[in-house]
Nanobody, 124 residues
Framework: QVQLAESGGGLVQAGDSLRLACAAS????????MGWFRQAPEKEREFVAT????????MYTESVKGRFTISRDNAKSTVYLQMNNLQPEDTAVYYC?????????????????WGQGTQVTVSS
């Protein structure tokens, strides 16, 4: 049974940082691309970042470039999202996702497994 468990969300002020973690219970984690998505109230779930199986093929949505960093530790089956200089528009539920592919382009339909999400709220 596949499980993706996000942690690290919370309530912060603008300019603060958070580090999200996603612990994966999934076969062949080290051969799967991983991604982070987010969904704000009354908005569609959107792509945030993706990382390929070997830590390369990293992509970000334009609005987080220079502020967010995705990384992974295959030995721990964990993917991280370091979020710096958070802004109110970053407020959303953040979801971890696993793809059966070794690399992705960040499209939602490339990811077959999803976590339950962790809330990130940024106050101004």
């Amino acid at each position: 049974q596949v499980q993706l468990a996000e942690s690290g969300g919370g309530l912060v002020q603008a300019g603060d940082s958070l580090r999200l973690a996603c612990a994966a219970s999934i076969g062949a984690f080290g051969r799967k691309a991983m991604g982070w998505f987010r969904q704000a109230p009354e908005k569609e779930r959107e792509f945030v970042a993706t990382i390929g199986w070997n830590g390369y093929r990293i992509m970000y949505t334009e609005s987080v470039k220079g502020r967010f960093t995705i990384s992974r530790d295959n030995a721990k089956s964990t993917v991280y999202l370091q979020m710096n200089n958070l802004q109110p528009e970053d407020t959303a539920v953040y979801y971890c996702a696993a793809s059966p592919f070794t690399e992705t382009s960040g499209r939602k339909n490339e990811y077959h497994y999803w976590g339950q999400g962790t809330q990130v709220t940024v106050s101004s």
